[in-house]
């Protein structure tokens, strides 16, 4: 059984830019520009925090991807319980939907939470989750993935075929080394993965997204 009460120990967390130098951060809940339309309460700067054997995984992920031309972007890493009440109160209570067309055009909120794109209680809070894509250092693009981060529906299940087979390969390509170097996929979302192995299975955290947790 799970801890009611969120932690505020970070002491076994890092700063991602630190452990993986090289690594892209676009943290979108620290922006305006997520499903909400608010910067999320609990992100106090754009940076990624993650468990020490999380980011010991995906710096094994990183130098696979380095060698082959890519780096990593990371969108969400560890995030506090006070930023999923965020979520849990913009679905109930809040009636602003200004961000559906970019996010969830098929879809009433409520769905969100439903159909699982949206957790009332999330594996990120665990601090061993993270939601990444690939950038093509020989463009300096993002890798075709076939849909953007956070788009709720079919369009971003890992196994949706109604993209181009070049854009499905991309998706497998970060599947299979996110894998590789021992991290678990989500059936909704191509770029949500948990380390199979994580430290705190049963630990949600509430430090806020800031240097200063550390």
Known sequence: MGRKIPELDAADFVMLSDHIPHIIQEIRYFSTFN????????????????????????????NEMMVKGYRLKIYDAYR???????FIFWGIEDQDIRMKQYFYPGLE????????????????SRGSTVDL??????????????????YFGELSHPDYRG????????????????LRNGFLPFECEWWHFTLADEPYPDRYFDFPVSGDSL
């Open 80 to 86: 506090p319980v006070t930023a999923v009440k965020h």
């Open 109 to 124: 909120k409520q769905e969100l939470f439903n159909r699982g794109y949206i957790a009332k209680r999330s594996s990120h």
């Open 133 to 150: 894509t690939l950038l093509d250092m020989k463009t300096g693009k993002d890798v075709d993935m076939g849909g953007p981060f956070d």
């Open 163 to 178: 993209i181009t087979d070049e854009q499905y390969e991309n998706r497998m390509m970060l599947r299979d080394a996110m």
């Open 35 to 62: 499903f909400v339309g608010d910067r999320i309460n609990g992100y106090e700067e754009p940076i990624a925090l993650l468990t020490k054997e999380a980011a010991r995984a995906l710096l094994a992920v990183n």
